[in-house]
């Protein structure tokens, strides 16, 4: 009786681990921060960001350095923007909590979120990140579906 109660308990984890790994996915955000914010504006936006993604049950696993682009016109009366992308892997239900939290944050020009082709963090890391590395072919073999974007 007790060896059988032991075996049930280890299929249930067993279980319930695998549908948590099943649960998760991988995506991309990108937000354009106004070239006007010091440095250390930029670092508390990126941690902010961070704690937002950690507090809802993500882990980020690449974030390229940050790069200052023009922008294509002019967005909030602003021409020059710092381009930020992270991949990050979480559940669905949380994504959408980072997405609206985002979305709420006024010191951003603009973001988008893309949930990712990738099935391994691995898989995540390897495939280009920053906007001049990746290739339109390329891109469309890693997104599956924009999640979320900023008109």
């Known amino acids: 009786m007790g060896n059988n109660l032991i075996i049930s308990l280890y299929f249930t984890l067993i279980h319930n681990s695998l549908f948590a ?7 991309e955000l990108g937000y354009i921060i106004p070239a006007t914010v010091e440095q250390e504006g930029q670092d508390a936006l990126k941690s902010k960001i961070h704690s937002i993604i950690q507090e809802e049950g993500g882990n980020i696993i690449i974030e390229p350095p940050s790069e200052k682009r023009k922008l294509s016109y002019m967005i909030k009366r ?4 710092i381009f930020q ?7 669905p239900d949380q994504v959408t909590k980072v997405s609206a939290a985002v979305r709420l944050m006024p010191e951003l020009i603009r973001h988008t979120l893309v949930k990712l082709k990738a099935s391994s963090p691995a898989e995540v890391s390897k495939t280009a990140v920053a906007p001049k590395m990746i290739q339109p072919e390329s ?3 890693v997104s599956e579906e924009i999640v979320a974007s900023s008109p």
């Open 78 to 81: 602003t021409r020059q923007g």
């Open 85 to 91: 992308f992270l991949r990050f892997s979480a559940a």
């Open 139 to 141: 891109f469309h073999a």
């Open 21 to 27: 790994i099943r649960d998760v996915m991988f995506y």
